[in-house]
Structures are given as C-alpha cells and as structure tokens.
C-alpha cells in the first residue's frame, strides 16, 4: 500500500455535525489513506509517524468535503428554450404543462434519443458539477414513462459514474408525470410499478421518488409506489408542496422518506413531521427562481424544529435549467435567507443524509477522502459570490 497522503496548510471547513457553523479547523492537517481520511486536526498536533512523511501543502486555502448535489434531473434529451420564452410571453408553469408542454415534451425527446445520445449529453453536465467540486451527484429517471426509456435514463445514469470521477445516486422517478393517452392510476399500475420493479432488478435504483402534485400524482397514488418501495427494502423521497400544499411532505414523513424535496408550502405541522421521521428538506432555489415563485420554503420553522436542510441544483430542462451547484448555494441565502454556513451545510454533510450516505459529507476519520479545496479565506465566500468559482483541487477518494 502507498504511504499515507499528507495534506497541511488547510483551513478546514469539516462541516461535523457537532460544531455550531463550519466546524472550522485552522492550519489543519489531513491525511489520507487508501482513499479514506485517517487523520484531521491542528498541524502541530499531528502524530510523529505523519509528521515525517513528505507533506503536500495548500497555503492555507480553504478545504471542505467535496460537494453533493443531492437532486438532479441532468440525464435528459432535448431542451426547453422555447417554453422559456412562452413563460416570458406569459403562460404560467402550470398552463405550459396543461398544454402538452412542459415534462412530457422532454419525454418524447428522452425517449427518441439513444443510450449514448443521452450519456454524451450528460457528460457535460457532470463535468461542470465535477469542476465545482462536487463529488457525488443524485440522477433521477423520470424523463421516459414507459419502461425501456425509464431503465435507459438509469443505466446512463450509471454509466456516468463510470465515465467519469464522481458517484452517481440513482432516484427512480417514474412517478413524474402522467403519459399521455393513460389516467394516473392506470400508470401507476400497469407500467410504473412494474419497471421499478425491473429497475430494482437490474441493481439500477438507489431510492425512489415521486411528483405529488396537482399536476402529476395524489397522495393516494405516491403512498403506492412508496409501498412499493418498501416491500423491495428501498428508500423513499418525494418532490412535495412545490407549487401547492396537497400533503405530500406529510405522507414522505409517514413513510420515513430521506427527504421531502422542494417544499416551498411546507408548513410548520409538516416541519414538527419531518423532523420527526428525520426527513431532510431538499432546498432547490433554481426551480423557485426560474418559476417566479413567490411562496419561500419556512426555513425558519425547519430550524425551529430540528430539520436538516440540504441544497441542490434540480438541475433539469425544464423548472430549473442550473449547472452550478455553488449558484445554488448563493440562491438559497439571497432567495430562502438561510446562511451561507447553512448553504454549505446544504451541499456536504445535510446533502449526504438526503441520499441515506454516511461516508460523506464531513471531514472526519473514517470518512471517504472526497475533499474540495478553494482559493478563499472565508467559507462564506463560497455562498457569496455569485458566477464565481474558486474551485483549487478537487479530491475524489483519496486521488487528485
Ligand atoms: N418538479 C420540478 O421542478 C421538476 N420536476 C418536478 O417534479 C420539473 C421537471 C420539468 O419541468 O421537466
Ligand atoms: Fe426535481
């Protein structure tokens, strides 16, 4: 086995849950063994069997865990620059959907494109996040409504975390919108249910998750893939009170769900509820920015309750077109008032507990050496700027 890694010169940001904000450690060092963090803490502490070996060292930049973004839609064929402009002539999200736009035109384009049309277009995609620092990245299906475009989003999902140097959560959403020419039910049942199980069997789904929403699934409907979920041993998360509050995010509590996602009509009885499960609330400023939505998440009543708050792109063709993973974190301070401390708690430690990850998210021994170090100072400089990005090294299990 190679000598441990060395890292000094850092100032870390390890995000443990136990520290009021950042968990800041100043000139700290890190050392990494065979992919995993063995060691952190003030350079002058570091043990003498470290401290002889030849170190790397960062002029003390900031080092933080590798981001995750924990809620993307990035595997998708076409784009939706024309409903752009239909909002900006006035439709509403809602009227583009009800007029046979929105998700399923992305449908039809996911489903005419092929395995490798869909991998090389998401590539980019994970290239930008790569380049952001982030280490693990959430997919979700969703785009296919029918069986073989829905296993084909999943494989390239998986194919993503093959091609290139990240981990890729796969989140099986075939509960995303009703196709056209079936009603609801009739989806669920006859093609829904059954690919999931196809999915599951293909090892292709890490968690499963749905759209309750006026415009895609009741509760009724989500409580049986959730159902579903639970008798395959899957976890659940749910895209709940985006645009309306229909009882979403208290079903995903019911069910244990990782996360509820969106909640922007989340009320303060649905916060006691996912603090309760431990149900995290995925924050996703992109979506309520490019939507014009005017309803901000009660971030003051998930702190008031104890719920952990994680931050992601969405990054999707459609409600929320955003490749940056740090213009989030900026987003969700200037749009929801949470902290930058808050943001970056968003995207690391609150974002691995989202995808039920706990080797992830922290810095800490035992912890996977996903580390992110950045030409700042201060980590709020993260959440500050805005088309900004400090990026210095990634590090992604151990390997610069
Ligand atoms: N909520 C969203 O914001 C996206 N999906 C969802 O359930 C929208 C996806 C799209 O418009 O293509
Ligand atoms: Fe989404």
Redo the contacts with the bound molecule.
Sequence with gaps: MPPPQVMTGLTAATMVDDASSYGLVNNAAIVVADGMITWVGHQTDLPSDYAGLEHQTFDGRLVTPALIDCHT?IV?GGN?AREFEMRLNGAS?EEV?RAGG??VS?VAATRDATEAELLQTALPRVDALISQGVGVVEVKS??GLDRDTELKMLRVARALGQERPIRVVTSF?GA?AVPSGLDADTYIDTICLPTLEAAHAEGLVDAVDG?C?GI?FDTHQIARVFDAARTLGLPVKL?AE?LSHIGGTALAAEYGALSAD?VEYATAADAEAMAAAGTVAVL?PG?FYT?HETQAPPVQAFRDHGVSMAVGT?W?????PLGSILLAMNMTCTLFRMTPAEALAGTTRNAARALGLTDCGVIAPGMRADLAVWTVSDPAELSYGIGINPLHTRIFGGVI
Aim: aromatic letters at 12%; charged letters at 10%.
């Design positions: 839609h998708h939706r999200y959907a929105g998700i992305t969703g785009y959403l995303h759209f929403e895609a895209h985006q969106h996703l979506a939507i969405d999707n063709p459609g409600s929320s």
